[in-house]
């Protein structure tokens, strides 16, 4: 039972944007999609500023991401 509504959310979830009518779908904000060995390099870490904070990206041993401050 619960394995059914589980599926039916997902359905619902995935069919939500063919229900929007073509002008809803076109004025969406886009995402920009990053791969973060692109930005952490052979490092295993990056720098990145927002205004005049810098956050320290960093790539674990076990291949986990950790953002600090």
């Excluded at 973060?36 to 720098?47: F, H, P, Q, R, Y």
């Excluded at 990145?48 to 904070?53: A, D, F, K, T, Y």
């Amino acid at each position: 039972m619960a394995e059914r509504k589980v599926e039916s959310l997902l359905n619902a979830i995935e069919n939500y944007d063919e229900k929007l009518s073509p002008e809803q779908n076109t004025n969406k904000t886009a995402v920009n999609k990053i791969n973060a060995l692109d930005l952490i390099g052979s490092s295993n870490t990056a720098i990145i500023s927002l205004g005049s904070q810098d956050y320290i990206l960093r790539l674990t041993r076990h291949n986990k991401l950790i953002l600090t401050k």
